[in-house]
């Protein structure tokens, strides 16, 4: 990732966020220093309450810092409005949850329709199932489809706006192991492919090794980071 040092897509300093719980203040990140760049694939590992998610929910705008500054290509998302970061969201921003969040009544190219219809430069809803290994299931509804697929028409769905930023929460965390593989080269190809900044949240530390670097969260704090020097592809991983 040398090549890309330069292009970074998220610079984060001394972000905090503390939440009020009745006369008790949680520090779920305490003063954070990252960045992160074009065309990379990170994984954030660390026990659950460490600031994981918190952190993926404020550089995707779902959430807001406490203090601290969040620059996305220059733009300050710490001072953005609710109309501003709604805009972020639509036009940058891709998320894969752990549950898919798919609309029943509609099949999995129109599922993925919904946001290619809002979307500035989006791929056509067929190339983004297809680029997820689902061209024969276009005309499927959730309900025929097993969890993997699923999952893999909400990433189709996150990538089919051509985002530059591409956030997954626990992305194989409902899924048994073979078919968190298919999902993992899902993401890995969309990453590679179309040089997606891509972060993803795991509790499975084996995941990590896909990664371009490797950052561990521990009480609000970034207690570690790697690199890969090598990267493991998805199928060799072991779960």
């Not at 220059?74 to 409005?81: D, F, I, S, V």
């Not at 609710?82 to 009544?105: A, D």
């Not at 990538?159 to 890995?188: F, H, N, Q, W, Y």
């Not at 040089?195 to 990590?208: E, Q, R, S, V, Y």
Request: aromatic fraction near 6%; glycine fraction near 8%; charge should be negative.
């Amino acid at each position: 990732m040398a090549e890309n040092r330069q292009r970074a897509v998220f610079r984060i300093r001394g972000l905090t966020k503390h939440y009020p719980m009745g006369e008790v203040t949680v520090e779920a990140l305490r003063g954070i220093d990252l960045d992160f760049y074009e065309s990379e694939l990170v994984v954030l590992l660390g026990p659950s309450g460490s600031g994981k998610s918190t952190l993926l929910n404020i550089i995707g705008g779902l959430d807001t810092a406490t203090d601290g500054e969040v620059l996305f290509r220059g733009q300050n998302l710490t001072h953005a409005t609710e109309r501003e970061l709604t805009l972020y969201r639509r036009h940058h921003v891709g998320f894969v949850f752990q549950f898919y969040n798919l609309i029943p009544s509609l099949t999995a190219i129109e599922n993925v329709a919904v946001v290619t219809d809002i979307a500035r430069h989006p791929m056509p809803p067929a190339e983004a199932l297809e680029m997820v290994g689902l061209s024969g299931r276009l005309d499927h509804f959730p309900a025929q489809l097993s969890g993997g697929e699923q999952q893999r028409i909400a990433i189709a769905r996150a990538i089919a706006k051509r985002p530059e930023v591409l956030l997954c929460d626990e992305p194989t965390g409902a899924l048994d192991s073979a078919t968190g593989v298919v999902v993992l080269e899902a993401l890995e190809r969309a990453n590679r492919e179309l040089g997606t900044f891509t972060a993803l949240i795991t509790h499975n530390a084996d995941i990590a090794g896909m990664a371009h670097r490797v950052f561990r969260l521990r009480d609000g704090q970034v207690a570690d980071q790697s690199v890969n020097t090598t990267r493991v592809a998805p199928h060799d991983i072991e779960w």
